[in-house]
């Protein structure tokens, strides 16, 4: 059986079997062509189904009381859309597909089947879940204390390190559709901010952006720049799986 883009996220997370990589693949069995602006659900709606991102780009958003779109986050190839969403029974935001892509629906209740098979799958769910809710930590942070500049400039960094993170020989120029609109909601800025950063950005020689293309010309500037501290992106999961040879073969009670 073939294996995707979740399989790869997984496998960089921490050793899977041929066993596990066969159940992991089970999630990206029903594959369906989406468009750019298509969306995957609403808000409220029950969580019946989950899905894995296979190509393109994705955002989840909230409409305001005043009615304005807010975008609360960003999924990239190889995300697992909704994973916190599962256990509330309801989703919390809309998601909206960014660009054209590929999206695999799954039932929630693959996860549950996935963790009692493999305890390694269910360190990885968990540390997948874990880090989704540091992204929006870290993000809370960035907009409440970092200047316009630092926020463009940390945000590029993040998604650079998210997207090598699936595809570790991906090199400094890569895709990057996001819109100064999208990444104005996304960071608590206006569009003429964004375009104004970004511009200051190239001038200084750490980034260009050419439509839906970006290139980190500096790389060790710009994480300067954004201040950035990788604690928070770079699982480890090590420490879930070790078990103590006493531990586990002494006599329980």
């Known amino acids: 059986m073939g294996h995707g883009c979740i399989v790869e996220n997984f496998n960089n997370l921490i050793a899977l079997s041929d066993h596990e990589k066969d159940i992991l693949a089970q999630f990206e069995r029903d594959a369906r062509n989406v468009r750019r ?9 029950p969580t019946q189904t989950l899905y894995t991102l296979q190509s393109g780009w994705a955002y989840a958003y909230k409409i305001s009381l005043m009615g304005e779109m807010k975008v609360v986050e ?24 960014m660009t054209d892509g ?10 549950l089947e996935a963790c009692q098979q493999s305890r390694a799958l269910s360190a990885a769910f968990f540390a997948t879940a874990s880090r989704d809710q540091a992204l929006m930590t870290e993000r809370v942070a960035s907009l409440m204390h970092c200047s316009a500049r630092m926020k463009i400039a940390h945000f590029i ?3 650079y390190l998210r997207l090598k993170h699936t595809s570790p020989d991906m090199g400094l120029r890569f895709e ?14 206006t569009s003429v901010h964004v375009s104004r950063m970004l511009s200051e950005l190239a001038r200084d020689g750490m980034v260009r952006k050419q439509r839906r293309m970006l290139e980190i010309l500096d790389y060790e500037r710009l994480y300067r720049e954004a201040q950035f501290d990788e604690t928070y992106i770079q699982l480890d999961l090590s420490h879930m799986l ?10 329980m009670g």
């Not at 990057?176 to 800025?189: C, I, R, V, Y």
């Open 37 to 45: 602006h298509e969306s995957l659900w609403h808000f409220r709606e």
């Open 74 to 97: 960003i999924f990239t190839p190889g995300d697992i859309i909704g994973l916190r969403d599962f256990t509330f029974g309801r989703h919390l935001t809309d998601v909206r597909m």
């Open 102 to 111: 590929t999206v695999c629906a799954f039932p929630y209740r693959y996860i």
């Open 157 to 159: 960094v993040e998604m």
């Open 176 to 189: 990057f559709p996001l819109n100064q609109k999208l990444m104005a909601s996304l960071l608590g800025l």
């Open 242 to 251: 070790k078990v103590d040879a006493s531990d586990s073969e002494a006599p």
